[in-house]
């Protein structure tokens, strides 16, 4: 089911991290170290909503570094206010991050909004990187499975098999997300740990559909991932890049990471 070749894909989430001189100085450190270097993945870096326009117009000529939203109202349009709409990232970004565990618990976002975020953006032509994965209590009652399950099977429930083929799926536990207040354990899955919820994902995505349209799935992990330790889970099967915090607002450990998972993907 994952015998196919996957483009690799690095995601940089930088969160609220970067203030807007702070944003562009990274992006052009990260930009000139990549100079030499052959891409071969997808690269993609997320700043906060203000700083998409400038980012996106530092990498206007870069054919290296594509630009995501970290997030998007599942609604098109209304009376939201603080929330930010698709058609106000739609000029600047490419990618979005769907429901990550940070933006579910500040927005209150169920499963359902996840999914129609998901559709909205594939019916708009912009790649979604829907996150799923359990929480420190979860894990703890070893309901890991239930929940992915649960949520795989509700974003699915949506999604068309021509949206599938160009979906992407994040699998980053709660309480392996570095600098979570609530969650945060410090602690990493295993990688065969990860590689069996990869597994898990595709299943139910052949069950919905067939084992083609799974294998063609690009699924990620997230969480604490840094240049020391990224190797060990996308050297497992069926995991096709990763998501990173942390080591992406740290243009040295970014760009290391990048050359090592492209590198071993396939
Ligand atoms: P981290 O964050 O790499 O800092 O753990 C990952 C994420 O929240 O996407």
Same mark, same amino acid.
């Not at 980012?55 to 000529?61: G, N, P, W």
């Not at 919905?208 to 991932?225: K, M, N, P, Q, T």
């Given at each position: 089911m994952d015998d196919m070749a996957h483009k690799a894909l690095i995601v940089g989430?930088?969160?609220?991290?970067? #203030?807007h001189k702070a944003s562009l100085e990274h992006v052009r450190a990260v930009k000139k170290l990549l100079r030499n270097v052959e891409i071969l993945a997808d690269v993609v870096v997320c700043p906060a909503f203000p700083q998409l326009p400038e980012v996106a117009a530092a990498l206007k000529?870069?054919?290296k570094i594509q630009v995501g939203a970290q997030a998007v109202h599942w609604?098109?349009?209304? #009376?939201?206010?603080?929330a930010v709409a698709i058609a106000q990232v739609k000029p600047f970004a490419a990618w979005c991050i769907v429901g990550h565990s940070e933006t579910r618990e500040l927005t209150n976002m169920s499963e359902e909004h996840v999914r129609d975020t998901a559709m909205l953006l594939l019916k708009h032509g912009i790649t979604p990187i829907v996150c799923v994965g359990e929480s420190l209590v979860e894990r703890q009652a070893e309901k890991t499975v239930e929940r992915v399950t649960e949520q795989i099977g509700t974003l699915l429930s949506g999604v068309t098999r021509a949206g599938l083929a160009k979906l992407v799926v994040a699998y980053e536990p709660i309480w392996a997300i570095s600098g979570n207040l609530k969650d945060g354990t410090g602690e990493m899955p295993d990688p065969s740990d990860v590689a069996e919820i990869v597994l898990l994902i595709r299943k139910l995505t052949a069950t919905r559909f067939d084992a083609e349209a799974a294998g063609r799935l690009r699924v990620i992990y997230g969480g604490s991932v840094k240049p020391e330790n990224v190797s060990a889970y996308v050297s497992e099967?069926?995991?096709?890049g990763v998501l990173l915090g942390?080591?992406?607002?740290n243009a040295v450990q970014f760009v290391e990471i990048v050359k090592k998972v492209q590198g071993l993907v396939d």
């Amino acid at each position: 089911m994952d015998d196919m070749a996957h483009k690799a894909l690095i995601v940089g989430n930088w969160k609220m991290e970067l #203030a807007h001189k702070a944003s562009l100085e990274h992006v052009r450190a990260v930009k000139k170290l990549l100079r030499n270097v052959e891409i071969l993945a997808d690269v993609v870096v997320c700043p906060a909503f203000p700083q998409l326009p400038e980012v996106a117009a530092a990498l206007k000529t870069s054919t290296k570094i594509q630009v995501g939203a970290q997030a998007v109202h599942w609604e098109e349009q209304g #009376a939201f206010t603080g929330a930010v709409a698709i058609a106000q990232v739609k000029p600047f970004a490419a990618w979005c991050i769907v429901g990550h565990s940070e933006t579910r618990e500040l927005t209150n976002m169920s499963e359902e909004h996840v999914r129609d975020t998901a559709m909205l953006l594939l019916k708009h032509g912009i790649t979604p990187i829907v996150c799923v994965g359990e929480s420190l209590v979860e894990r703890q009652a070893e309901k890991t499975v239930e929940r992915v399950t649960e949520q795989i099977g509700t974003l699915l429930s949506g999604v068309t098999r021509a949206g599938l083929a160009k979906l992407v799926v994040a699998y980053e536990p709660i309480w392996a997300i570095s600098g979570n207040l609530k969650d945060g354990t410090g602690e990493m899955p295993d990688p065969s740990d990860v590689a069996e919820i990869v597994l898990l994902i595709r299943k139910l995505t052949a069950t919905r559909f067939d084992a083609e349209a799974a294998g063609r799935l690009r699924v990620i992990y997230g969480g604490s991932v840094k240049p020391e330790n990224v190797s060990a889970y996308v050297s497992e099967p069926g995991v096709n890049g990763v998501l990173l915090g942390s080591a992406s607002i740290n243009a040295v450990q970014f760009v290391e990471i990048v050359k090592k998972v492209q590198g071993l993907v396939d």
